[in-house]
Nanobody, 123 residues
Framework: QVQVVESGGGSVQTGGSLRLSCEVS????????IGWFRQTPGKEREFVSS???????IHSDSVKGRFTIAKDNAGNTLNLQMNSLQPEDTAMYYC?????????????????WGQGTQVSVSS
């Protein structure tokens, strides 16, 4: 059974950095998409960034140039490096994994979700 576990959330001031990590386990063949989404109360879950099995990364316009996504050297953990954080980045961040590789840039591509990790950015 595939499991997704996030870690690394926390609180920072505007302009600070955080790194979120996502460990995906229990799969018998590689997932086509591993990505990050975020959600604030009363709003829909928003796509942030993803890494496809083909190595292609996708970022939302709101984080492009500030966030990067990459696997660690062992290839077991997906890291989301978040720089130049702004108060509007405050949200619960979710990692997800899926096998619909055509849709890595949207929730449609994902089947398995983690529990989320909170990121708070103060001004």
């Amino acid at each position: 059974q595939v499991q997704v576990v996030e870690s690394g959330g926390g609180s920072v001031q505007t302009g600070g950095s955080l790194r979120l990590s996502c460990e995906v386990s229990g799969y018998t063949r590689p997932m086509d998409c591993i990505g990050w989404f975020r959600q604030t109360p009363g709003k829909e879950r928003e796509f942030v960034s993803s890494l496809g099995s083909d190595g292609v990364t996708i970022h939302s316009d709101s984080v492009k140039g500030r966030f990067t996504i990459a696997k660690d050297n062992a290839g077991n953990t997906l890291n989301l490096q978040m720089n130049s954080l702004q108060p509007e980045d405050t949200a619960m961040y979710y990692c997800a994994a899926g096998r619909r590789g055509r849709y890595c840039g949207s929730a449609r591509g994902y089947d398995i979700w983690g529990q989320g990790t909170q990121v708070s950015v103060s001004s």
